[in-house]
């Protein structure tokens, strides 16, 4: 996808991953992920997405009330996955509903990633239609850490990840 990547183990089987567009890399043929086509080259770091495990990513996104994407094949080295891409490259529910993601039995990146002493403490999320993303949530079977709390209609759609760091509690938004 042309794109940077760093990852930061947040605990078990859960990490952040930092990503922006590599200009050395080529363009592909379709838009980027995360809607990384869209943004500037100096727009400010944000929390623009997640991403939510899944055991059967296609009954996931055949259940969900919302389009997620198609299911694309991806690698990087000797990981492989499944994730939902939008044709478009946009972000379901402007961010606040999740990109899906299968992985292989027994594959994992926070398998390989050292542990820095940061953990996710707190996820939520904020959208004018609060429900419709709870609807989505329940759908796909996600439960559990992560909450959905509504905003006044016009207000943007925001994430915000508490991360406990050795030099204490970080909010990213």
Known sequence: MGTHNYFLR????????????????PAPERPRWFAL?????D????????VARTGDIAAAVAASPVPLG?????SRGQLNWL????EDGSLPLDGVAPTLIQWPDGTHPTNTLQHMGCS????????????K???VLDTIGLDGGFSVRPLSFGEPPYLVAR???PTGLRELR
């Open 70 to 74: 198609s299911v694309e094949p991806m």
């Open 120 to 131: 996710l403490v707190g996820f939520e999320g904020f959208h004018p239609d609060a429900d």
């Open 43 to 50: 727009a400010p770091p944000r929390l623009t997405t997640w």
């Open 83 to 86: 994730i939902t891409i939008p």
């Open 37 to 41: 086509d869209k943004m500037s080259s």
């Open 133 to 135: 993303v709870r609807g």
């Open 10 to 25: 947040l605990g078990e089987k859960i990490y952040l991953e930092i990503i922006s567009v590599n200009p050395d890399s």
């Open 163 to 165: 991360i406990q760091t």
